[in-house]
């Protein structure tokens, strides 16, 4: 089974310049000793990604720091919604393009239980408005801090409305565990 959702994201054949992070599943520290890792993470690739900027100073800071919020997001969202059951790593990749682009795409295993709420969660993030949304979320729970640790999807609201992206998911069921179905979220940022 394969399923994509959101943009279609052409992702070039090639890439010169690429960084993978990959994170074990079986990990050790409860979910919230893990979010300074995540952080750490991500400014490790926004701090990678800058060097090949250095000749343009004045994008080095917007790229840096476009670079850190999408990837922490990313990393949060897998980590808070990985299958610790499943035998599969979470991992991510930076690319750079020479067309200008930065493209991400993360992997992690989710649940089966875990796969309607989030396609159905995707769906409307597809069909609304993302500032639509994120009223919509702010009304529905005034408190904002509470409900971004919960599924509200601020994160990936942000990354909408605040950077010129595409956004795209696969699911798709594992070929050697059936039983586990293996989410890709692509993001392409235009630099």
Not at 88 to 109: E, K
């Amino acid at each position: 089974m394969i399923q994509n959702f959101g943009d279609v994201i052409n992702e070039p054949p090639k890439s010169e310049e690429y960084l993978f992070l990959e994170f074990s599943s079986n990990y050790s520290l409860p979910l919230q000793q893990r979010w300074r890792n995540n952080g750490l993470s991500a400014d490790f690739m926004a701090d990678y990604l800058t060097i090949f900027f250095s000749k343009e100073e004045n994008k080095q800071e917007k790229i840096k720091s476009a670079v850190s919020f999408i990837a922490n997001e990313l990393l949060e969202n897998m980590m808070k919604f990985h299958d610790k059951t499943s035998p599969y790593p979470v991992s991510i990749q930076l690319r750079l393009y020479a067309n200008r682009h930065i493209f991400f795409g993360a992997t992690n295993s989710i649940s089966s239980q875990m796969v309607a709420p989030f396609q159905t969660h995707l769906q409307a993030l597809i069909r609304h408005e993302p500032k639509e949304l994120w009223t919509q979320n702010l009304i529905n729970d005034n408190d904002v801090e509470q409900n971004h640790h919960n599924n509200s999807g601020l994160g990936l609201l942000t990354i909408l409305m605040d950077y010129e992206t595409k956004l795209h998911w696969k699911f798709e069921t594992s070929q050697t565990h059936p039983d586990v179905i293996l989410v890709t979220t692509q993001v392409q940022l235009k630099i």
